[in-house]
């Protein structure tokens, strides 16, 4: 129990893409978030000096613990932010994981009589295409998207594009970019109150790692 | 899909049994709290489960797919009530029309959302709490916020914060960056109400605005703390509507000192309130170790005009079934006492019991245990009883 005592606040990291990076600006903000635990079956990290423990989730939970308090704070995508609609607040862009969510398809794409489109992302694609008055059949998938035009079971698809190395690789090309995508700081609505000293001190540290990153831009 | 036949054991989803020990914890923390509301001179009333959609569904400014409609025999959408204030405005405005403000009241009622994600969100919930109507003072906010901080202390929850915000001073300031622009005013409300500060400041960046405005604006994010945060607040803001709006939010501050429960309480001016009908001062209060508030409340001065009386109002909810989630509870005080009869016996131990109730502060149980069946209460080692698996504090055997 004295150990739990030290922790001061609870931050969940995405395992995956996004974890690396999210490390390396934590431990430019003075918070030595390990550099490598991804290839551990490791889900708790305590970093004893810091006191925060670190709750390694998969990234599209980490809005869930957040909300649910299980977590005080969170780093996650705002692509996850977009499709699972959480109570949180959304209290800095990190500026990393930088990428674009987009609709593709293949290079001789026509509007389809019945559009389908395979995503990971339903909630956003539908309500994307819903505003723009387009009637498509959005198919939820769970990985592998750039199948899915290529067997014929949508026409298009709509997922994250980094380098876009993935759909030229496969034949595919990039129709419409839908939003820039950026990793977010999310804080649970209570531990924003009752901790708000710790919140407003991670808050500020990043804050100042990212313009020292930014000023190093040209 | 096709919903299957539900099994005979099953509920609708959202709603929730509270078993004996549940409910009796719910309803201590619930007697507590209303005692604690009638000290302060406020009086329950009791409003119906349904009312019209057309009146208060409307005027409760729940959004339309989160009320539960019906239909009357007539043909006449009802709803089950989303929220006590709109109720309570419309019983000021017509059957208490003749008492003179302002009027202190409180309720105690279950109300009904259809919600679906947020977490801790049940569709059926209780709420506890007070309107106070007639009295647009800093005085009469103060007095329900500090109130507010009473009940959640009488009802056992130690450690809690109660964020104040004034939704006069955003507007004010909003007003005067974008005079012609309702629209932009609105998309930066609404990264605040989604507390979307990221978007927030990206949405300040595109917009064509002075640059002392643009500063002044993401300034407020920051603006948190205590009177400090007001006196911070004075210097950004030069308009007449945002700067009245901080002097009340001032005012109240000081009067909470009074009260004894400055401590608790923080200034947000990025708060902007989860009900339209808030006009003014606004709160929200949260406790250590749950993630989500437990109570809230702000002042609404235009509400009861829509049930023809106008007056200015303010109040809160608490809503019990979270708050039963962290709140302490002192042990139960009645003891539980059983008595155990066979037929020969039975006037002496039906007669004991009665005279049990009325002498000892106690549950008293008869349990009648026909011939030929074991009686058995066992002794579980600590002076106590037990029998069927419950626990006595005592046992009276009428079966010799």
């Given at each position: 129990?004295?150990?739990?005592?030290?922790?001061?606040?609870?931050?969940?990291?995405?395992?995956?893409?996004?974890?690396?990076?999210?490390?390396?600006?934590?431990?430019?903000?003075?918070?030595?978030?390990?550099?490598?635990?991804?290839?551990?079956?490791?889900?708790?990290?305590?970093?004893?000096?810091?006191?925060?423990?670190?709750?390694?989730?998969?990234?599209?939970?980490?809005?869930?613990?957040?909300?649910?308090?299980?977590?005080?704070?969170?780093?996650?995508?705002?692509?996850?932010?977009?499709?699972?609609?959480?109570?949180?607040?959304?209290?800095?862009?990190?500026?990393?994981?930088?990428?674009?969510?987009?609709?593709?398809?293949?290079?001789?794409?026509?509007?389809?009589?019945?559009?389908?489109?395979?995503?990971?992302?339903?909630?956003?694609?539908?309500?994307?295409?819903?505003?723009?008055?387009?009637?498509?059949?959005?198919?939820?998938?769970?990985?592998?998207?750039?199948?899915?035009?290529?067997?014929?079971?949508?026409?298009?698809?709509?997922?994250?594009?980094?380098?876009?190395?993935?759909?030229?690789?496969?034949?595919?090309?990039?129709?419409?970019?839908?939003?820039?995508?950026?990793?977010?700081?999310?804080?649970?609505?209570?531990?924003?109150?009752?901790?708000?000293?710790?919140?407003?001190?991670?808050?500020?540290?990043?804050?100042?790692?990212?313009?020292?990153?930014?000023?190093?831009?040209? | 899909?096709?919903?299957?036949?539900?099994?005979?054991?099953?509920?609708?989803?959202?709603?929730?049994?509270?078993?004996?020990?549940?409910?009796?914890?719910?309803?201590?923390?619930?007697?507590?709290?209303?005692?604690?509301?009638?000290?302060?001179?406020?009086?329950?009333?009791?409003?119906?489960?349904?009312?019209?959609?057309?009146?208060?569904?409307?005027?409760?400014?729940?959004?339309?797919?989160?009320?539960?409609?019906?239909?009357?025999?007539?043909?006449?959408?009802?709803?089950?009530?989303?929220?006590?204030?709109?109720?309570?405005?419309?019983?000021?405005?017509?059957?208490?029309?003749?008492?003179?403000?302002?009027?202190?009241?409180?309720?105690?009622?279950?109300?009904?959302?259809?919600?679906?994600?947020?977490?801790?969100?049940?569709?059926?919930?209780?709420?506890?709490?007070?309107?106070?109507?007639?009295?647009?003072?800093?005085?009469?906010?103060?007095?329900?916020?500090?109130?507010?901080?009473?009940?959640?202390?009488?009802?056992?929850?130690?450690?809690?914060?109660?964020?104040?915000?004034?939704?006069?001073?955003?507007?004010?300031?909003l007003e005067a960056a974008l005079p012609e622009r309702p629209d932009k005013r609105q998309t930066l409300r609404e990264c605040?109400?989604?507390?979307?500060?990221?978007?927030?400041?990206?949405?300040?960046?595109?917009?064509?605005?002075?640059?002392?405005?643009?500063?002044?604006?993401?300034?407020?994010?920051?603006?948190?703390?205590?009177?400090?945060?007001?006196?911070?607040?004075?210097?950004?803001?030069?308009?007449?509507?945002?700067?009245?709006?901080?002097?009340?939010?001032?005012?109240?501050?000081?009067?909470?000192?009074?009260?004894?429960?400055?401590?608790?309480?923080?200034?947000?001016?990025?708060?902007?309130?989860?009900?339209?009908?808030?006009?003014?001062?606004?709160?929200?209060?949260?406790?250590?170790?749950?993630?989500?508030?437990?109570?809230?409340?702000?002042?609404?001065?235009?509400?009861?005009?829509?049930?023809?009386?106008?007056?200015?109002?303010?109040?809160?909810?608490?809503?019990?079934?979270?708050?039963?989630?962290?709140?302490?509870?002192?042990?139960?005080?009645?003891?539980?006492?059983?008595?155990?009869?066979?037929?020969?016996?039975?006037?002496?131990?039906?007669?004991?019991?009665?005279?049990?109730?009325?002498?000892?502060?106690?549950?008293?149980?008869?349990?009648?245990?026909?011939?030929?069946?074991?009686?058995?209460?066992?002794?579980?080692?600590?002076?106590?009883?037990?029998?069927?698996?419950?626990?006595?504090?005592?046992?009276?055997?009428?079966?010799?």
């Amino acid at each position: 129990m004295a150990e739990q005592s030290r922790i001061r606040l609870k931050a969940a990291i995405p395992k995956g893409r996004i974890y690396k990076k999210a490390a390396a600006l934590f431990r430019e903000a003075g918070i030595p978030v390990p550099d490598d635990v991804d290839d551990t079956r490791k889900l708790l990290v305590t970093l004893e000096e810091a006191g925060i423990e670190v709750i390694l989730a998969k990234p599209a939970d980490v809005p869930t613990y957040v909300e649910y308090g299980a977590a005080d704070i969170g780093v996650v995508g705002k692509d996850v932010l977009m499709e699972e609609n959480r109570s949180v607040y959304e209290l800095l862009d990190l500026g990393i994981a930088r990428c674009r969510m987009s609709v593709i398809g293949l290079p001789d794409w026509k509007p389809a009589i019945h559009p389908r489109v395979a995503t990971k992302y339903p909630n956003i694609a539908s309500r994307y295409f819903r505003e723009r008055g387009q009637q498509v059949e959005v198919i939820k998938l769970n990985g592998s998207i750039e199948l899915a035009p290529l067997v014929g079971l949508a026409d298009r698809i709509v997922d994250l594009v980094e380098s876009g190395q993935t759909i030229r690789e496969n034949g595919l090309v990039e129709l419409e970019r839908m939003f820039d995508i950026t990793s977010r700081l999310i804080a649970n609505r209570a531990s924003y109150r009752m901790k708000s000293g710790f919140v407003d001190e991670v808050c500020d540290r990043l804050q100042a790692a990212i313009d020292r990153r930014e000023a190093r831009v040209p | 899909m096709t919903m299957p036949k539900p099994k005979m054991f099953e509920k609708p989803r959202g709603v929730k049994d509270y078993l004996p020990d549940l409910a009796a914890k719910l309803r201590r923390i619930e007697w507590r709290v209303l005692e604690t509301m009638a000290r302060w001179g406020y009086r329950q009333i009791i409003t119906p489960t349904l009312e019209y959609y057309d009146t208060v569904g409307l005027a409760s400014s729940t959004a339309n797919e989160r009320l539960f409609k019906l239909l009357d025999n007539k043909g006449t959408t009802l709803v089950l009530r989303s929220e006590m204030t709109a109720p309570i405005a419309r019983v000021v405005a017509s059957l208490l029309k003749d008492e003179a403000l302002p009027l202190r009241l409180s309720h105690h009622s279950n109300v009904f959302r259809a919600i679906e994600e947020e977490a801790g969100r049940e569709w059926e919930f209780f709420q506890t709490g007070v309107e106070l109507v007639g009295d647009g003072s800093p005085e009469a906010d103060a007095e329900v916020i500090a109130l507010m901080a009473e009940c959640l202390k009488a009802a056992g929850v130690r450690e809690f914060k109660i964020a104040l915000g004034h939704i006069g001073v955003l507007s004010g300031l909003l007003e005067a960056a974008l005079p012609e622009r309702p629209d932009k005013r609105q998309t930066l409300r609404e990264c605040l109400l989604h507390r979307n500060y990221v978007g927030y400041r990206a949405a300040l960046k595109g917009m064509d605005l002075a640059p002392g405005a643009r500063a002044d604006l993401e300034r407020i994010l920051r603006l948190r703390g205590g009177r400090e945060a007001c006196d911070d607040a004075l210097s950004v803001v030069r308009d007449d509507a945002s700067r009245a709006a901080l002097g009340h939010l001032r005012d109240v501050w000081d009067a909470l000192q009074v009260y004894g429960v400055g401590g608790h309480v923080s200034i947000d001016l990025t708060m902007v309130g989860n009900f339209s009908y808030y006009t003014g001062l606004i709160f929200e209060g949260y406790a250590a170790g749950l993630g989500f508030p437990l109570c809230s409340g702000g002042r609404y001065d235009n509400l009861l005009a829509s049930f023809g009386r106008p007056a200015p109002a303010t109040g809160f909810a608490l809503e019990t079934n979270r708050i039963v989630l962290v709140a302490d509870d002192p042990p139960e005080d009645g003891r539980r006492m059983l008595v155990l009869y066979r037929k020969h016996r039975r006037e002496e131990a039906i007669l004991h019991a009665m005279a049990l109730r009325r002498e000892k502060d106690a549950a008293v149980e008869t349990v009648f245990v026909p011939e030929g069946t074991e009686i058995g209460p066992e002794a579980d080692g600590e002076g106590k009883w037990r029998f069927k698996g419950r626990r006595y504090d005592m046992v009276f055997r009428f079966d010799e």
